[in-house]
């Protein structure tokens, strides 16, 4: 059973935006490093972006550096992707993760606890 709920996911034309929204009622997202992670069908599954507690350093896959942006908001107990000039290739079903700590490793086998994943389909 997911312990993430991941919401925000659409049908939008390329050049887009959409702003993905990841919460849980389980436990506090703000003690752990949070992943956004995205399959397209045929292909693995990918880290997207992770931020972190302790002073909030993110980081992003290069395909989506300059153009998807990730944040926090404790008080809400929400992680947000948002993402700006959308592309075909940025379609996938994306996922939030919550890691076993406080930073981000770039190891999908760091993440525990996952949400069911959200469409984004990025089309004229």
């Known amino acids: 059973q997911a312990q993430l709920t991941e919401s925000g996911g659409a049908l939008v034309q390329p050049g887009g935006s959409l702003r993905l929204s990841c919460v849980t009622s389980?436990?506090?997202?703000?003690?752990?490093?949070i992943g956004w992670f995205r399959q397209a069908p045929g292909k693995e599954r990918e880290e997207v972006s992770c931020?972190?507690?302790?002073?909030?350093?993110?980081f992003y896959a290069e395909s989506v550096k300059g153009r998807f942006t990730i944040s926090r908001d404790n008080a809400k107990n929400t992680v947000y992707l948002q993402m700006n000039s959308l592309k075909p290739e940025d379609t996938a079903v994306y996922y939030c993760?919550?890691?076993?700590?406080?930073?981000?490793?770039?190891?999908?086998?760091?993440?525990?606890?996952w949400g069911q994943g959200t469409q984004v389909t990025v089309s004229p």
């Open positions: 931020i972190q507690t302790s002073g909030g350093a993110t």
């Open positions: 389980r436990f506090g997202l703000g003690y752990f490093a």
């Open positions: 993760a919550a890691a076993r700590g406080n930073h981000c490793s770039g190891r999908q086998a760091d993440f525990a606890v």
